[in-house]
């Protein structure tokens, strides 16, 4: 690393959308991919369709309980 950077040239904000949509990664542990995997095979879907399912159950069950 350099001890100093010029960024006298630089623009505040070059890079900055505030409307952007970020897909953020989502990590598994091994045996929960497993898991999706086989629904998703079974099925004939996606494993971001199976994963998007279940999150939707656990988002209804968490409103009931509130």
């Known amino acids: 690393m350099k001890k100093q ?3 006298s040239k630089g623009e505040r904000g070059k890079f900055y959308r505030p409307d952007i949509k970020l897909n953020i ?3 598994l542990d091994e045996e929960v991919s497993a898991f999706i ?3 998703a095979l079974k099925k004939g879907i ?3 369709a199976v994963v998007n399912d279940l999150l939707r159950g ?3 069950l968490a409103e009931v309980l509130e």
């Open 5 to 7: 950077y010029d960024f």
């Open 25 to 27: 990664p989502i990590y």
């Open 37 to 39: 995997e086989k629904i």
């Open 46 to 48: 996606h494993r971001s």
């Open 58 to 60: 656990d988002i209804k």
